[in-house]
């Protein structure tokens, strides 16, 4: 816990929550798919690397390689060409691969629904299976927690742990499950709207109960 950091109750967690969601209205994932076998490629290719770089290029990958089947016949210089403008794509086009070789070997091609058998696949942890199940399978285990939930979590005072895997044991604790499948998106879009390096605390809706942790 830093010093001095504020814990919002959970009753003020949600109302600057909902505070949040109305402000900025629709809130939804940021990156473009069909189907869960997309979402998951898609969400591989995104760690550390930016939303439009992702949506840029699997449009492409996607008309070339339509199954797990099609990807877990790929080699990993066939996949660096269509991907080769993310962050780290030798690795991520090895774990692509691999994971789809076990959708093929295990699952009959399909992504499976459960977090087990999805954390149990190459390059997919925790979030990115948090992230496959509520947006591929609409079902809601978890909160996916990436750098912009820990950063805003613990600015708002909602969580004040270091880890993705207890910021996201706070949440769950603290926020309705009503909240959970859209929380993450909604935490980005203000950390890119108001609540980035410079907060501009001043024209923000939560300003009056938000602690500015760290600010
Ligand atoms: S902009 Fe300021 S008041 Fe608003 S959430 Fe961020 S730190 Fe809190």
């Given at each position: ?14 109302k ?20 869960p076998?997309q ?91 948090n ?46 499950r009503?909240?959970w499948?859209?929380v ?32």
């Amino acid at each position: 816990m830093g010093a001095g950091a504020k814990l919002l109750t959970k009753g003020e967690a949600n109302k600057a929550v909902e505070t949040l969601f109305s402000h900025y209205g629709k809130v939804k994932y940021y990156l473009d798919f069909d189907g869960p076998l997309q979402l998951m490629v898609a969400a591989i290719l995104s760690a550390q690397t930016r939303d439009e770089t992702v949506n840029k290029i699997t449009p492409a990958l996607f008309a070339k390689y339509k199954s797990a089947k099609d990807f877990s016949k790929a080699t990993e210089s066939d996949l660096i060409r269509y991907i080769k403008s993310v962050s780290y794509a030798g690795n991520k086009a090895l774990n692509i691969i691999a994971a789809c070789k076990e959708l093929v070997s295990q699952y009959g091609g399909n992504v499976p629904d459960d977090m087990d058998s999805l954390v149990a696949l190459p390059g997919i942890g925790r979030k990115t299976a948090n992230t496959i199940l509520i947006n591929g399978f609409g079902k809601v285990e978890g909160i996916p927690v990436d750098t912009w939930v820990m950063k805003l979590s613990y600015r708002i005072g909602i969580s004040l742990a270091k880890s993705p895997e207890a910021v996201e044991r706070d949440l769950m604790e603290k926020l309705d499950r009503k909240h959970w499948p859209k929380v993450a998106y909604l935490l980005k879009m203000h950390g890119k709207e108001l609540c980035g390096k410079k907060p501009l605390c001043e024209k923000c809706p939560i300003a009056r109960i938000c602690p500015k942790n760290g600010v």
